[in-house]
């Protein structure tokens, strides 16, 4: 069986929707001084949602920061090679998850992001699967649900700053799914 082969696309507000949504300065949100005039708050970027009212544990929840140093997991790709392959998705049932870069230049490719619907068993949809490029001045909330791979920087060891809501209960924090049939992904790596 041939691997399914996908191309990843540049990470935009109206392409990645149906997944949740992207964090960063935006033209059309409302901006407010801040900070004695020091700053400018931008309002809204992206909402941070827990529904663990939902779940069948009676467990605490709470909002919590990590943090993800990666090293590099995607590698120079041409028409033969694939820059990554995919074989496990996780999802978040009860909450949104967002993933902030850390030091990385604004401009620059800065890790892969990799989604997939979910399934009518509820499980991920392998066949639409959909890849991203985020640049370094680009957050990503996901959606409470969404089916995501695990945490992929290109080209150098990367910090991201992680907020999601947990309760303690693994089922309902992190639900994994694996694939014996990878998905490969191809992008362009940017000089």
């Known amino acids: 069986m041939e691997a399914k082969k996908i191309y990843a696309q540049a990470l935009t507000d109206e392409a ?3 997944f949740g949504s992207v964090v960063q300065q935006k033209d059309d949100v409302k901006m407010v ?3 004695g005039g020091t700053a400018k708050k931008y309002l809204k970027v992206s909402e941070s949602i827990q529904n663990y009212e939902k779940s069948s544990s009676a467990s605490t929840r709470k909002g ?3 943090f993800f ?3 590099p997991s995607v590698h120079p790709a041409n028409d033969e090679h694939a820059a990554f392959q995919i074989s496990v998705l996780e999802r978040h049932p009860f909450t949104t998850q967002t993933f902030i870069p850390m030091c990385r230049s604004s401009d620059e490719q800065a890790y892969l992001i990799a989604v997939a619907p979910n399934a009518p068993d509820g499980m ?3 066949n639409q699967t ?3 490029v985020a640049k370094g001045a680009q957050g990503v909330t996901y959606s409470a649900g969404v089916w995501h791979a695990p945490m ?3 080209g150098k060891e990367t910090m991201l700053a992680a907020f999601n809501y947990e309760n303690g209960v693994a089922e309902d924090d992190c639900q994994v799914q694996s694939t014996e049939s ?3 992904v191809f992008i362009k790596i940017s000089t």
């Open 16 to 18: 990645f929707a149906p």
């Open 33 to 35: 001084s801040a900070n």
């Open 64 to 66: 919590v920061w990590n």
């Open 69 to 71: 140093s990666t090293h």
């Open 124 to 126: 991920p949809d392998w």
């Open 130 to 132: 959909q890849a991203f």
């Open 152 to 154: 992929v920087t290109i």
């Open 182 to 184: 990878p998905i490969e």
